[in-house]
């Protein structure tokens, strides 16, 4: 360490001691004159400066800016909510094509389950809120329901017939369907295999008073009902009996010894969603037809499919992004009303810095970036970045001066003059330490490959550098 030491004060390279840099310029004592300053100051000192103090200039500069928050307050109504997994990708990248074709040529959705519980289906009250083919279904029921909005597939997002387990197994213990649900002859309380003779085995309900029927009475309930369900549960579907329930249901209940059946779900399928409006729309629908079914049977009926786990953030971004954002201006104004000293600068600080997130996510909409917990995060550190922008040159204010009173002759010319310092001694400072760094430094990203690297980074760091 004592030698890099002595390697530093004697002004040479670093892995190259033998290369030394020219001797360091001495600091004068004496306040530099304008003939020493900068390009950038000499320019804030002679020409920005004064133009901007003028009294016309100052009001353009207040209505262009009203009109930039008034533009981005629209435009921020058009921001796309959702993440194409596509950004994720090379540009160049083989998987870019898959995706187009599949959103071109694949014409299925994915599948949802409408997931029914608290409802005891023992009971023909619970059994007639669920099923559909029978004449004393509830008209509202779960499976009516769902077969209604797979008629209107344009707004409910479902293009499928309903796989409703209630309905096969019911249909199952039909006496007609002689290959299904048997029992032994000689002692009904044992079921019969597929590979038992049909001379051993009748139909489960066969000779039952009163018999089986569309309209349900001579249908199990209680025990009879979950002996029968348990068994058609492991019963193989086959060429035989098409409508046991093992390859189509055996996943599509939860039991419990107790209390019966607890959960079950109905399966249907998504229309095609080729964009992220239609998961974020899909799964939406599909919560609000499932609170429908809800109120409508008594049954809790919420629905699943596989994106909602990505998809489910987008239910509430939008009020996270409102609480978020405004918990950080509220910050803002009141660490700069305190540490600059006066609660207007501070509200002044912060209107700017609300300003510029607003046009931050006008352009957000214009330049097709999407809201999502990506950009949520941008959208925070802007509000820091944006207090860098404006906080020094309120601070250079402050010190300029201890200020004349709102009402006083002189107070306007006071007020003149303590910001054109501000602005000739703060002014460059921001322009050259912060602007023109951090134009230097995001501008590499514009020759990303990476689309992701391309809009949440080099565009959104673009138009906060700008605003």
């Known amino acids: 360490v004592t030698i890099d030491l002595k390697r530093v004060e004697a002004s040479r390279v670093d892995c190259f001691p033998c290369i030394r840099w020219p001797s360091r310029i001495a600091l004068l004592d004496a306040p530099m004159n304008a003939s020493g300053l900068g390009k950038v100051a000499r320019f804030i000192r002679r020409h920005?400066?004064?133009?901007?103090?003028?009294?016309?200039?100052?009001?353009?500069?207040?209505?262009?800016?009203?009109?930039?928050?008034?533009?981005?307050?629209?435009s921020m109504q058009h921001i796309q909510l959702g993440h194409d997994q596509r950004l994720a990708l090379p540009s160049d990248s083989y998987l870019n094509d898959y995706f187009d074709h599949l959103d071109v040529y694949l014409d299925v959705g994915p599948p949802v389950y409408f997931v029914s519980h608290d409802l005891d289906v023992t009971q023909r009250f619970g059994q007639q809120e669920l099923c559909?083919?029978?004449?004393?279904?509830?008209?509202?029921?779960?499976?009516?329901?769902?077969?209604?909005?797979?008629?209107?597939?344009?707004?409910?997002?479902?293009?499928?017939?309903?796989?409703?387990?209630i309905d096969a197994f019911l249909k199952w213990l039909d006496p007609a369907m002689e290959t299904c649900c048997r029992v032994r002859k000689r002692n009904p309380s044992i079921f019969c295999t597929p590979r038992d003779s049909d001379r051993?085995?009748?139909?489960?309900?066969?000779?039952?008073?009163?018999?089986?029927?569309?309209?349900?009475?001579?249908?199990p309930e209680g025990e009879g009902f979950m002996r029968y369900l348990k068994r058609w549960l492991i019963s193989p579907t086959d060429e035989t009996c098409p409508l046991a329930g093992k390859a189509s249901f055996g996943t599509a209940l939860s039991l419990d010894d107790e209390t019966g059946v607890v959960a079950s779900?109905?399966?249907?399928?998504?229309?095609?969603?080729?964009?992220?409006?239609?998961?974020?729309?899909?799964?939406?629908?599909?919560?609000?037809?499932?609170?429908?079914?809800s109120e409508l049977t008594g049954s809790q009926v919420f629905p699943y499919s596989l994106h909602y786990v990505f998809f489910d953030q987008y239910a509430h971004i939008i009020a996270i992004t409102q609480e978020i954002l405004g918990l950080g201006l509220a910050a803002v104004l009141v660490v700069t009303a305190l540490l600059l000293g006066s609660w207007r600068t501070g509200t002044i600080v912060t209107g700017v810095v609300a300003l510029t997130?607003?046009?931050?996510?006008?352009?957000?909409?214009?330049?097709?970036?999407?809201?999502?917990?990506?950009?949520?995060?941008?959208?925070?550190?802007?509000?820091?970045?944006?207090?860098?922008?404006?906080?020094?040159?309120?601070?250079?204010?402050?010190?300029a001066g201890s200020g004349l009173p709102a009402d006083h002759p002189a107070g306007q010319k006071e007020r003149d003059e303590r910001m054109w310092t501000a602005l000739v001694d703060v002014g460059?400072?921001?322009?050259?330490?912060?602007?023109?760094t951090k134009l230097i430094g995001m501008s590499v990203l514009a020759l990303t490959r990476s689309k992701l690297l391309e809009i949440y980074y080099f565009r959104m760091w673009l138009t906060l550098i700008i605003s």
């Open 428 to 436: 460059p400072s921001v322009l050259s330490g912060i602007t023109f």
């Open 357 to 399: 997130v607003m046009t931050v996510m006008g352009v957000m909409a214009v330049w097709g970036i999407s809201l999502n917990a990506i950009n949520l995060v941008n959208l925070v550190i802007s509000i820091g970045i944006a207090v860098k922008f404006g906080a020094h040159v309120a601070r250079g204010f402050m010190s």
């Open 132 to 165: 559909g083919r029978f004449t004393t279904c509830n008209e509202l029921s779960v499976a009516n329901v769902l077969e209604a909005e797979r008629k209107r597939p344009e707004s409910s997002f479902i293009s499928q017939p309903t796989a409703s387990w």
């Open 200 to 219: 051993l085995c009748q139909p489960c309900l066969y000779g039952k008073e009163p018999a089986w029927n569309i309209t349900m009475v001579g249908l």
């Open 265 to 293: 779900h109905f399966c249907t399928s998504h229309s095609p969603l080729r964009s992220q409006d239609d998961f974020i729309n899909s799964m939406a629908v599909a919560r609000h037809i499932a609170t429908k079914i």
């Open 48 to 74: 920005y400066a004064p133009f901007l103090l003028r009294p016309v200039v100052k009001g353009a500069v207040l209505l262009i800016f009203a009109g930039f928050f008034v533009l981005s307050a629209i």
